[in-house]
């Protein structure tokens, strides 16, 4: 199961959303849940508006999230893992991209069942590469696209712009990058080049969601997925199972 957040509403930051995720998450018994940032929205109106005695103690930020994960892979047993990407606009976290992991210590997992990942991320399960990223790079490049289709034809724009992923190998094809994005290359060039070109790439955004096969060669293929939104505004969104 993957999601991406936002994980609460705009109207409270009790992880409603991101409750009845893992609710249905117990049910079906996925091997991998992943959940992709934000995770406590800078832009979140009370956030903003400091309406929230939260704000500012990263342990209660943390607190409360880590014992709802716990909790999920308690009741699922040894079998259960949980992978965590962070987001630029998590209110806690680094504001720079590419980003670290969420710090280890956040997290008292002993039984090593909680990944924590940097953003963007390339890694495996089983045989399966998985690249994923939670800066919108599919609206960034939709912002700057000019494309125009001969006459008598057609093109899928969503599939238009994940395949500039795939032919650039990398996790953002554009430069200068969009206003707010906090690019930042000096520590490490490469950290935005695909290592291998992923089985699978799960791309955060904004934009409608959508599962897409991208051809890269005569035999081998690419799933671009943007699984939408946990939460929209004051109501709930979508993932991907």
Do not use: W
């Amino acid at each position: 199961i993957v999601a991406s957040g936002p994980f609460t509403t705009s109207d409270n930051l009790s992880f409603e959303p991101l409750m009845e995720l893992l609710a249905y998450a117990r049910n079906k018994r996925p091997n991998v849940l992943l959940l992709m940032g934000l995770f406590f929205d800078a832009e979140h109106p009370h956030v903003k508006q400091g309406i929230t005695d939260r704000v500012g103690r990263l342990d209660l930020l943390f607190q409360e999230l880590r014992k709802i994960l716990e909790d999920y892979c308690q009741f699922l047993g040894a079998g259960a893992r949980v992978i965590l990407i962070p987001s630029t606009r998590d209110v806690f976290h680094d504001r720079i991209f590419p980003q670290p992991p969420f710090n280890s210590f956040m997290f008292e997992d002993s039984s090593q069942q909680i990944s924590l990942l940097p953003n963007p991320s390339v890694f495996r399960l089983d045989e399966v590469s998985i690249g994923c990223c939670t800066t919108d790079i599919l609206r960034h490049l939709s912002s700057e696209e000019a494309a125009r289709n001969p006459p008598g034809t057609s093109s899928d724009r969503m599939s238009r712009l994940g395949a500039q992923l795939v032919g650039q190998r990398g996790f953002y094809p554009l430069f200068p990058p969009a206003l707010g994005t906090c690019l930042n290359l000096a520590v490490n060039p490469s950290a935005l080049d695909f290592p291998c070109t992923p089985d699978i790439i799960v791309l955060s955004s904004d934009l409608v969601p959508f599962v897409k096969v991208e051809p890269r060669t005569e035999k081998l293929t690419t799933l671009l997925l943007n699984p939408g939104r946990l939460a929209k505004g004051a109501m709930g969104g979508t993932f991907v199972e």
